[in-house]
């Protein structure tokens, strides 16, 4: 079975600071590995996805992501947030081509002025 | 082009009645995705549609819902004898490519 561990219920950084979120996995094969982010009301917007090669991946925003495999992690890096990066950060696993997304809980980001 | 979305964007309705949840997904995407968001939790997958086709409903709690896309396209999500803890944001997804899975706004639905 998939699981994602997000380690980290809520974080609270100051505006300009360096960010990391953690993201541990379960899955048997090669996973698919992404980041949501989810601001209030709002639907899940993709900020990088993880399929293969390169294990550093860049996403929007200013986001980047790196892929250990001996430790499952995919944790979730941006060096210097923006107060417009308040938001809910969740990250993912998926199988094959088409197959269901296992969601973490979830980082509850709060940045301060 | 036009996003996923959902309609309505609210619903309320009383323990026991009949609901309905709909999405239109972008044009072209032939899979379409069912998860469910409770409070403080990461969505859930409910349903999986390739097509007309339900291609994986390992995720529907039970044999009160059930969705269905006829023609390839909208999907509705029906959910029979509602439950207060069937209170949750309903979020549809759909895509074309690999593991490929752009989302709507949700559908928040509060069981009285």
């Known amino acids: 079975a998939q699981s994602v561990t997000q380690p980290d219920i809520h974080i609270t950084v100051s505006e300009g600071a360096s960010l990391e979120l953690r993201c541990n996995y379960s899955y048997g094969a090669t996973p698919y590995l992404f980041w949501y982010v989810q601001s209030p009301g709002q639907g899940l917007q993709l900020l990088l996805k993880y399929f293969s090669g390169d294990t550093l991946v860049q996403g929007i925003k200013g986001f980047e992501a790196e892929f250990k495999r001996s430790q499952s992690s995919f944790n979730l890096r941006k060096p210097s947030v923006h107060w417009s990066d308040a938001a809910e950060y969740f990250c993912a696993v998926g199988g094959t081509s088409g197959s269901r997304l296992t969601f973490g809980e979830g980082t509850q980001l709060t940045v301060n002025p | 082009g036009a996003g996923v979305s959902q309609t309505p964007s609210n619903k309320v309705t009383e323990k026991g009645k009949y609901v309905e949840l709909r999405c239109d997904p972008i044009s072209g995407h032939t899979a379409l995705y069912w998860y469910r968001q409770s409070l403080g939790q990461g969505p859930e997958f409910l349903i999986y549609?390739?097509?007309?086709?339900?291609?994986?409903d390992s995720g529907l709690p039970n044999d009160r819902f059930f969705a269905v896309r006829p023609e390839g396209s909208v999907s509705t999500l029906k959910i029979q004898r509602t439950e207060r803890g069937d209170s949750a944001v309903y979020l549809c997804a759909s895509g074309q490519g690999p593991n490929e899975q752009f989302f709507g706004p949700g559908t928040r639905l509060t069981v009285l």
């Open positions: 549609f390739q097509g007309t086709g339900a291609a994986d």
